[in-house]
């Protein structure tokens, strides 16, 4: 399965139709937040696949006009072709905003996806917005990670974590590291194209949420 994945930088390329077979050869588009609802209408437009997204920081204009034809994931699983998909967007908190969030707020979130974890969705990929504490993420307070992504990392081990909120001209710009856990931690920045298997045949039919019994 090819996963077109995005955040906080708009390609010009892709906007401007000249390199639209990256989002036409997509089967799935996740996006890691802070890009524009009018970018993301337009990829899932010219998609013949879901688009899946987080909130980045910089959304808070989502909370009210949401991007349209796109399946906000954030605090929720979704499964794809039997692909579990987790997203929990954001940042650090380091003013107020409605997609920021303090070490103990992020880390109560995720208690309370991990129950659909105990459910029978541990995650294939995980969507964030913000990258681990210590693994893509800045000093500054506004680009620090969170550590308890490194807790979740360790204890469910996904296969994938992909983020944004660390743009590509910042400085030393990273896009793949593997994190001690042995998940595969991408900065999504811009675009990235990611090739994933199926998932078990009993789990692609279409696309899914996880319901809490």
Not at 108 to 118: D, E, N, P, Q, T
Request: proline share 6%; charged share 30%; aromatic share 10%.
């Amino acid at each position: 399965m090819k996963i077109l994945c995005v955040a906080d930088t708009e390609n010009r390329a892709i906007w401007d139709g000249a390199a639209l077979d990256r989002v036409k050869d997509a089967d799935l588009i996740l996006s890691c937040g802070d890009l524009s609802a009018a970018y993301l209408e337009y990829l899932v437009t010219m998609a013949s696949c879901p688009l899946l997204y987080v909130c980045g920081n910089h959304d808070d204009r989502f909370e009210k006009e949401p991007p349209e034809g796109c399946i906000g994931i954030d605090d929720d699983v979704y499964i794809y072709r039997g692909v579990r998909i987790a997203g929990l967007g954001g940042s650090a908190r380091y003013k107020p905003g409605p997609y920021m969030y303090t070490e103990k707020e992020m880390s109560a979130r995720i208690r309370r996806l991990s129950v659909k974890f105990r459910l029978g969705a541990r995650p294939d990929i995980l969507v964030t917005h913000a990258p681990p504490r210590g693994c893509g993420d800045r000093e500054d307070p506004a680009h620090q990670g969170f550590e308890c992504f490194n807790d979740l990392l360790m204890k469910y081990q996904p296969k994938y974590l992909l983020h944004g909120h660390v743009h590509k001209d910042y400085g030393g710009f990273v896009r793949t590291r593997t994190h001690e856990s042995g998940t595969t931690v991408i900065n999504c920045c811009d675009y990235y194209l990611l090739e994933v298997p199926e998932g078990p045949e009993n789990e692609r039919r279409g696309i899914w949420r996880l319901i809490q019994k």
